[in-house]
């Protein structure tokens, strides 16, 4: 490709920055089209090896990839949903029509007690959506109870009846779900109050860990959403407020998720990096309310959103996930570390085989997408401190429209410096020039994930297609750095 003129990036070596929370870097898994049912969860009676009715390769990515948390049971489910149906023994729970979703009915297999086993094998926190679009504040209670508290009360009883002795100590909750839509359609006005009476009655029980309860927060820019939350909701009651944002070409009008030209590309990416915006004007509403950043933001939905793949279900947004999408994920999460002042938490959407997925499944195979990998080599940035970047980013253009071409954001743990650096630009690669005297760097090694087309994807008869790569091109001279940026490409560097 054609060269661009240098951008230098300059680094600051501070002490008081915050710390990115590797629960920026956290999953969700709703029941939603093939994402619990034959794709997380086949059975416990399936050919295909699993544990408890988890599929075991699932089971090894998730870990490999040190998922922090994962959000369930939804999404727009989780206001449909009734906790109680899904325990005891699996012959006898009620079925359930998923009416969000393709009006399939499920059996409820997968419950309370499936999902949080399945997070303990993980090493990952659960984070449960309760249902207060159609639930009751006696039920959500209750689920708590059932889940955290160790003995004495009617739910620990229920629990241990039904075979776990130890409460699993959840501690985030979400309090309703797109409450604005899917939710129950409420004004922001509404649903402050509903959610200061359901908050009112959450106990964490004996429990040390806290609960740590959010919101369910803006579509977007409905600026005027978290205004109402922040100004109405007592401080003592609310430790995060959520915000969703998709990418896409046009939501009416969303594309194909493989076979997309450039201008639905740079379309796609200009509603990715509006994250920002919609980060730093969320962010100046709670400032305002909350001066001390007390309460945090989770962006606990974001990701690509496109057509389903020809021949599946429409309501079980199934798609494929290109270097288009480890673009999002690799600008989005380079906004979310250096927001990691107010960010404390995200959630991609969705884990496997729904949206922007890091794993898809076809019978007994299974592939890991772009994302997966992107989401990989940035974990070098979890619980690692914040360094500040500063540059001037060079302009991607396109039909006389353009995007900053670069994002890059870096972080120290232990004396060690790690940056991540990504190049939208469709088609010029890009110089970059950082100065790293000041952190004592002296050698570093580097990863690399691009291919030759922006459409290119990992196939069940290729998966390897998209592999993250060991990556040469860059120089480091007396603290200074020099990379040379592909188009499309996400690198992560990280000193020795
Ligand atoms: O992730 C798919 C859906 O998108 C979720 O169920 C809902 O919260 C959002 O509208």
Redo the contacts with the bound molecule.
Sequence with gaps: GTVQAQTTVSIENKEDTPVISKHIYGH?A?H?GRSIYDGLYVGEDSPIPNTDGVRNDLIKALRELQIPNLRWP?????DTYHWKDGIGPKEDRPTLVNA??GGVTENNSFGTHDFLNLCEKLGAEPYLAANLGSGTVEEFTDWIQYVNHSEGSPMAKLRKENGREEPWNVKYWGVG??MW???GNMTPEFYANLYRQYATFMTSWENENNLYRIASGA?QDDYHWTEVLMRDIPKHLIEGVAL?S?SFVEWDKKGSATDFNEEEYFSTMKTALWMQELIDKHTDIMDKYDPENEIDLIVD?W?G?YEVEEGTNPGF?YQQNTMRDAMIAGATLNIFNNESERVKMANL??TVN??QAVALTEGENMLLTPTYHVMKMYTVHHDSQLLPVDFESPDYTYNGESLPAISVSASKKDGKVAISLVNIDAKKENKVKINLEALDVENMTATILTSEKLQDHNTFENTEKISPEQFKDFKLRKGELQVTLPPFSVVVLESE
Excluded: I, P, R, T
């Design positions: 969700f709703e939603l939804g999404g727009c489910f989780a969000w979703w779900n797109e839509g899917c939710g579509n969703h998709y939905e990701g959103w947004l959407a969705q729904v949206l």
